[in-house]
């Protein structure tokens, strides 16, 4: 616990400094557009309200906290969905998923946990869509819906999990997960911004560039190379392994939820310009590296 607070007070002392450097920059110069950094100093602050409640208090409101990001991750992905009256029934059975999956990890059954969504509710999902509705766009409604089960819940619900797997650790891998996370993002998206040049996807997110890929996989692996040893118990090799993992699974979260929204959005500019000045969506990889991670871990360690 000593340990967690000195790192979230690090925190707490990096954004005040970076708010208060932004705050004097954008007085200087009134005319220039900061809304993109605006909103990453914003998304910053909300997560880091976010997994203070995670990581600092009982594990109830880790799972508590967890459980509504996971609810407005999930009502944002179906903002982006073009939906009729006949998939209103469908995301009621979607949001109703989400405490029922939190439930298996309040109670430990891991076994259930891993298999609900991916499984069940993948197998049960379509009978409302089905029931007196007809077949029209029910191919991209089940299966919209499940990407966003997947994503939003079921990859995200695993930072809840961290604490329940074990007890002794959980808080700080959770947070050991999230600040390499963010690292890897912000890195990514400097270096994309003033150095890339070769765009990964173009079409979908032109922030993404190869450049930026390996400058953050690089100042990753040294961050998590420094940190692992304060953070979590595990071993030179995996502390250094942890911070490529993180890296290479936070870049595929990316590039994956940034192709989804382009094909969800095909033809709404408006709604796609909206959504990328969105809160939640700063989540994105999230969704991969917190699943990733977890597994992993759990496989080679028996602490989990």
């Known amino acids: 616990m000593v340990t967690t607070i000195w790192t979230l007070s690090v925190i ?12 004097v920059l954008k007085r200087k110069e009134p005319n220039k557009d900061f809304s993109a950094v605006s909103l990453r100093i914003k998304t910053w ?9 995670a990581t600092l208090f009982n594990p109830a409101v880790s799972l508590l906290s967890l459980m509504i990001l996971c609810f407005f991750g999930l ?11 006949a998939d209103r029934r469908l995301f009621l059975w979607s949001y109703l998923a989400i405490p029922i999956q939190f439930y298996w990890i309040y109670i430990g059954w ?13 197998l049960f999902l379509p009978l409302p869509r089905l029931i007196g509705k007809g077949t029209s766009g029910f191919l991209r409604s089940v299966s919209s819906t499940q990407w966003g089960l997947m994503l939003m ?20 891998l959770v947070l050991f997960l999230v600040v390499l996370t963010q690292i890897n993002d912000v890195v990514h998206y400097l270096i994309s911004i003033y150095l890339g040049k070769r765009k990964v996807v173009p079409s979908a997110n032109p922030s993404i560039t190869w450049e930026g ?9 040294i961050i998590s190379y420094f940190i692992y040893s304060y953070l979590t118990p595990l071993d030179l090799t995996f502390g250094i392994l942890s911070g490529v993992l993180i890296s290479l699974s ?3 979260g990316s590039l994956t939820i940034s192709v989804l929204k382009r094909d969800l959005l095909i033809g ?8 990328k000045k969105s809160y939640l969506t700063r989540v994105d990889s999230l969704t991969y590296t917190s699943p990733v991670f977890f597994h992993v871990i759990r496989y080679f360690f028996d602490f989990m």
């Open 45 to 53: 602050w909300g997560m880091f309200v976010v997994f203070c409640m």
């Open 153 to 172: 819940v079921f990859g995200l619900s695993h930072l809840a999990y961290y604490q329940f797997a074990t007890p002794e650790y959980g808080a700080n």
């Open 110 to 122: 891991y076994g259930m946990f891993i298999v609900f969504i991916p499984v069940y509710v993948f």
């Open 250 to 252: 936070g870049f595929f």
């Open 213 to 221: 890929f390996v400058g953050a996989a690089f100042i990753t692996t």
């Open 75 to 85: 009502k944002e992905y179906f903002s982006m969905m073009k939906t009729r009256k």
């Open 268 to 275: 709404d500019n408006e709604k796609l310009n909206t959504l």
């Open 12 to 23: 707490l002392l990096g954004l005040s400094f970076v708010s208060i450097l932004f705050i």
